[in-house]
């Protein structure tokens, strides 16, 4: 196995980007990672692509990729597991101090075991993530909505919304730089939706653009003390009749804690079933 590395974006997405589009659904995290390159400010910290390469495939050689930017996870595609191994090592052997990993679950154990023979730095198990995948038209509602409407976050409710997000993302290690960096754009772009009631927001639903078509859900957070009121439900309902109401709607992606029963039953119920799962690793 051959791995290239570059922080070349541009070269990068030229010699690769067919191929991770290719399954724009396993691959979705790293599309969206290669449409907001070109908005990233000047002071961001780079993204060091990496592309493995089978010398003995013939004409189409790639077999994996990652990207890495400091201080997240390294974000696999799903690849062999040698492949995954030899770009363990690789990376192991390089400059980078990475905090951990996550992708497809053997090739992150592959990645995380080769890492951790290179380094000499114990690789531990941490999260393991489900991912839920609506096709076509969510189902319907099914029940009658709460009192209140949905809006557009506004600019000046990021710091709440931030605190939010980052509840809703407990045991994630998501920092709260990334975290309110994440909620900006999301505000920015008009893809945080809020329920309002009296005036008052009680839940919260963001998502991506879409891109090469698929959309995918992250966070979704309800006030504690109005949850079990129907507001998420509700919220989501809209949400998605708006997203994927059209002729040719985009495949809708959720990814949840694997133990987190009530949002896996809440994205299940307009028709979300499971797609397999991602594993994360943290390098101590």
């Not at 000047?42 to 010398?55: G, H, L, N, Q």
């Not at 062999?80 to 497809?104: K, Q, S, Y």
């Not at 980052?166 to 994440?182: F, I, N, Q, V």
């Not at 509700?234 to 804690?257: I, Q, S």
Request: with cysteine; aromatic share 6%.
């Amino acid at each position: 196995m051959l791995v290239k590395t570059t922080r070349n974006t541009e070269k990068f997405v030229s010699e690769t980007g067919e191929w991770i589009a290719g399954n724009p659904v396993e691959n979705s995290i790293l599309l969206t990672m290669m449409a907001g390159a070109k908005f990233r400010p000047p002071t961001a910290p780079p993204i060091t692509w990496s592309r493995v390469e089978d010398p003995d495939s013939g004409a189409a050689p790639v077999v994996g990729v990652a990207a890495f930017t400091a201080p997240h996870l390294v974000v696999l595609s799903g690849m062999p597991d040698a492949a995954a191994a030899a770009l363990g090592a690789e990376l192991g052997a390089g400059p980078d101090l990475l905090p951990g990993v996550i992708g497809p679950d053997t090739a992150a154990a592959a990645f995380a075991a080769a890492w951790s023979e290179a380094t000499g730095r114990p690789a531990r198990p941490d999260r393991r993530e489900q991912v839920l995948r609506l096709d076509g038209a969510p189902l319907p509602l099914g029940r009658p909505a709460p009192s209140g409407r949905t809006r557009a976050a506004a600019a000046d409710e990021s710091e709440l919304f931030t605190d939010w997000c980052l509840e809703a993302a407990h045991g994630a290690g998501l920092s709260r730089e990334t975290a309110a960096r994440s909620v900006q754009g999301q505000i920015a772009g008009g893809l945080l939706r809020v329920w309002e009631e009296d005036g008052r927001p009680v839940a919260i639903l963001g998502r991506t653009a879409t891109v090469a078509g698929v959309v995918r859900y992250n966070p979704m957070y309800v006030r504690a003390e109005n949850r079990r009121g129907g507001y998420g439900r509700a919220l989501l309902a809209e949400v998605l009749a708006e997203v994927h109401g059209g002729e040719r709607p985009p495949v809708g992606l959720a990814v949840t804690a694997e133990g987190n029963s009530a949002i896996r039953n809440l994205f299940e119920s307009f028709g979300f079933r499971p797609s397999g799962g991602l594993a994360e690793f943290r390098f101590d």
